[in-house]
């Protein structure tokens, strides 16, 4: 495609009469030979070579000759400093779809060749070693980002508190490594104790949507387990214990009658979504144990030794959790 130069003012002259020609504005005259419109202006402006191949083709369908050529050049007609200098003078003459194929071109070869590309400083898609088969630790994600997570499009974050959930978020960030030998960032918003864990990557988003899960509000959708975790006993399991880490809570509650001081283990899940609420009550049921009923968005097990028990057969990988259970233990001065 050859770049052609014009008297100044000339060009401008030229598309007034083609206007006129045709009684069409200028973002028409630039839809019928596929430019932009901003582009088709930047070349009446004299801001960027026109393309000459366009401005016959408008010249056919007007039946308007084009004014007299000073010169042309060809598509490449500098050394690449002087095309970085020219694309900053003239900017881009690509229609939309020459740009989106421009662009998916060059997003393929970064794929075939992404040490290349890093090493040049372009931003390259990260590479996952998704599961084959599903797993506990899958399972456990699952739960955690059914709890604390967000999912959309590219990415999904995983929100904890960044001084109780310290540990644990460091226990999360080995998980997810784990699965997809890939780190999430981690990141604490200022001025709270706010600490987001981002994973991002569009193929990583697509395996979990084929694992089940969804993107956008989970309130919202009231979503639910996936259908190959409900069905299996180890995998409910370990996606309760996800969830319990997450939106649940064991905790002491204490109470004095007739002036004497009691105090015993509660455990608790809260949630906004009825399905989850759901598969928390009949997990724990079919595990032996006796949950109370789902009120104010809560399943609990009001059972100090169904609190303990819970920790025995379904276990914590939160440390908030687990240091209730051993403070209530060391003020009883019950064995750790």
Not at 207 to 216: D, E, V, W
Not at 246 to 251: E, H, K, Q, V
Request: net charge positive; charged share 25%; hydrophobic share 35%.
């Amino acid at each position: 495609m050859a770049r052609v130069v014009f008297e100044k003012g000339e060009l401008d002259q030229y598309l007034s009469l083609c206007k006129e020609k045709m009684d069409m504005s200028l973002p028409q005259l630039a839809q019928i030979i596929s430019v932009e419109r901003h582009t088709l202006n930047d070349w009446r402006r004299g801001k960027r070579l026109p393309n000459l191949e366009k401005l016959t083709q408008l010249s056919s369908l007007t039946n308007v000759p084009l004014p007299k050529m000073l010169s042309e050049k060809p598509e490449h007609w500098a050394s690449s400093a002087a095309a970085i200098h020219r694309h900053e003078l003239y900017g881009c003459n690509l229609t939309h779809a020459d740009r989106v194929k421009a662009g998916t071109n060059s997003q393929q070869r970064r794929r075939e060749y992404p040490e290349y590309y890093a090493s040049l400083g372009c931003n390259v898609a990260h590479s996952f070693a998704l599961p084959i088969n599903r797993s506990n630790e899958l399972a456990e994600l699952v739960g955690i980002l059914l709890g604390d997570g967000g999912i959309r499009p590219s990415q999904f974050t995983i929100i904890l508190n960044a001084v109780e959930d310290k540990q644990y978020s460091m226990y999360v960030i080995e998980l997810i490594y784990k699965l997809f030998f890939y780190k999430p960032s981690s990141a604490i918003r200022k001025g709270t104790k706010t600490l987001t864990l981002t994973s991002s990557g569009t193929e990583l988003i697509k395996y979990l949507l084929a694992q089940g899960l969804h993107i956008g509000n989970k309130v919202k959708q009231q979503v639910d387990v996936p259908s190959w975790i409900k069905e299996n006993g180890e995998y409910s399991r370990w996606c309760l214990r996800g969830l319990m880490d997450t939106d649940g809570g064991i905790f002491a509650h204490s109470y004095v009658i007739n002036h004497k001081a009691y105090s015993y283990l509660k455990t608790h899940f809260t949630n906004a979504s009825m399905p989850l609420l759901s598969f928390v009550h009949k997990t724990l049921k079919d595990n032996g144990f006796h949950p109370k009923n789902k009120q104010y968005r809560k399943v609990w097990l009001y059972s100090q030794v169904e609190s303990k028990r819970y920790l025995e057969l379904i276990g914590s990988s939160n440390e908030r959790l687990l240091k209730q259970i051993r403070c209530y233990n060391h003020q009883r001065g019950d064995v750790a």
